[in-house]
């Protein structure tokens, strides 16, 4: 049965979080302050936080920077992936993906549907992989951040997810969570 299995152990992983905002700063970011919260509560580890404006070359240099970053396991962006003129961030990382994960966007779509209706139509979330960081791109708003988190990411990221979780692709954990 799908599940975490409390008798495995738990292995925290490294986490940044990616405000895309022309609006947004530290005081008022409340979808990226509540990812970071939520991936803190959850045992992993803030591995930065950042707010960029909506252009593309801003979004792929800072999610290139990171995934270059060995100490760098995952990516959350927040922000920019509806059908307003400035919401680009599915342009700007998808051509940094070397391979996309189509299956996020499904059960993100599936979550967002019990919260918002139809209206999670008005998303283009997304996921994939950059070197070999795994990137999520949620929608700006932190009733979105939320069904991502808690319906989705909390528990494909926990390593003691069964019968598998992404924790075991992670390179340095591929021999302890495989």
């Known amino acids: 049965m799908a599940g975490i299995d409390d008798t495995l152990e738990f292995h925290p992983l490294n986490i940044a979080v990616l405000t895309v905002s022309d609006t947004r700063n530290a005081s008022n970011d409340s979808s990226g302050g509540y990812l970071a919260d939520s991936l803190v ?33 995952v990516i959350l962006t927040t922000g920019g992936t509806g059908f307003s003129p400035r919401d680009v961030t599915p342009e700007a990382i998808r051509p940094l993906f070397r391979r996309e994960m189509d299956g996020f966007s499904v059960l993100f779509h599936l979550a967002s549907r019990e919260t918002v ?10 996921a994939g992989q950059v070197g070999d960081s795994f990137v999520f791109c949620l929608p700006g708003s932190t009733g979105a951040c939320r069904d991502g988190w808690t319906m989705v990411l909390r528990d494909e990221l926990d390593s003691r997810y069964r019968p598998c979780s992404l924790a075991g692709q992670i390179p340095r ?3 302890v969570c495989a």
């Open 173 to 175: 954990l591929r021999a």
């Open 41 to 73: 509560a959850a045992g992993h580890a803030l591995a930065g936080r950042a707010i960029v404006v909506d252009t593309a070359e801003a979004i792929a240099a800072q999610v290139t920077q990171w995934a270059d970053d060995p100490a760098i396991d």
């Open 117 to 126: 209706g139809l209206s999670t139509l008005q998303s283009r979330a997304c």
